[in-house]
């Protein structure tokens, strides 16, 4: 039997169970996520991931299990509950014709405790697009939109889903430091990606979803055993490249330079990445 709910948390599941048709979408599923917590929720397509999510934003109902989110259920949080949490979504507001700065005001009119709006467009990287609409800006420029309305009115926890799709990689870090800085300010963030970069980076922690079921909850660092993986030393000798997957690489590099009287030719040491346990542990071959 799972332990009851933990009513300090910002999330907390039990056993929760989504079935459509015969089908289980979510099958039995148990997580925490703390305050103040950056969590990243990992899986293949069709995982669960958005069921999950939307069960807890109150947005579809469960079939089964415990769940409280900011210490109520969503299925029965009501408006004021709601004002705690922020969504962004995949989709925004980009074909509005209001600006960026009216659709902000209009969207704070709906929280007790709304953060100013230009304010919010100042901490997005927007305060220049104040007066543009949503068609007027770029791919990335409209996820910062759908940031700044989420984060508008000033959540305890925000929903991120795939945050940063169709980013260059200069927004992308941009964006990430935006995140942090909303970490810097308390908010609980829960992140659905396909990056792996992108959750090592952000995450405090990651959970891997497959078939409506976590298979593992880590630090980014040592999901699947990777701080404890064998290393993997490689170098080119006589022409071709050698690896050798070895626990005590120190000390097998040192053994190398000792051999070759000095530099060792394109030396290399490297451990697996998130990306290469992640595969492993869906069933992909890296
Ligand atoms: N409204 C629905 N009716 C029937 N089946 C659904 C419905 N919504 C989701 N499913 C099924 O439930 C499973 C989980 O879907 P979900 O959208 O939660 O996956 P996901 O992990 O978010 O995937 P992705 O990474 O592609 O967004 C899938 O098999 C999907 O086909």
Redesign the pocket.
């Known amino acids: 039997m799972s332990a009851p709910l933990d009513r300090d948390a910002a999330i907390s599941i039990r056993g929760l169970v989504k079935t ?1 048709g015969e089908r289980n ?1 979510v099958d039995g599923l148990d997580l925490d996520i703390r305050r103040g917590e950056i969590f990243a929720l990992l ?10 999510v939307e069960i807890l934003e109150g947005y579809r109902s469960r079939d089964g299990g415990d769940v409280q989110v900011l210490g109520q259920d969503p299925a029965t949080g009501g408006r004021r509950w709601r004002s705690g949490i922020g969504i962004v979504l995949q989709s925004g507001a980009g074909d509005s014709q209001l600006t960026c700065l009216e659709l902000l005001r209009a969207q704070a009119a709906y929280y007790p405790d709304a953060r100013d709006p230009a304010e919010v467009l100042e901490l997005v990287g927007l305060a220049e697009k104040a007066g543009a609409r949503g068609r007027a800006l770029s791919g990335g420029q409209r996820r910062r939109l759908d940031v700044a309305l989420g984060i508008v009115g000033k959540p305890a926890l925000l929903f991120l889903d795939e945050p940063t799709t169709g980013f260059d990689p200069e927004a992308r870090r941009q964006f990430w430091s935006l995140i942090r800085s909303l970490r810097d300010l308390g908010t609980t963030m829960l992140l659905t990606t396909h990056y792996l970069d992108e959750a090592e980076e952000l995450a405090d922690r990651v959970g891997v979803i497959t078939g409506g079921r976590l298979v593992e909850v880590a630090v980014p660092g040592e999901l699947g055993g990777r701080q404890t993986a064998p290393a993997v030393v490689s170098w080119t000798e006589d022409g071709a490249r050698r690896t050798t997957p070895t626990p005590t690489p120190t000390a097998f590099v040192a053994e190398l330079a000792a051999r070759f009287g000095g530099e060792v030719p394109d030396l290399a040491v490297t451990r697996p990445t998130l990306e290469d346990v992640y595969l492993q542990m869906i069933g992909q071959p890296a």
Request: aromatic share 8%; net charge positive.
């Open positions: 459509y979408a899986g293949p397509n069709g995982a669960g991931k958005t069921t999950t």
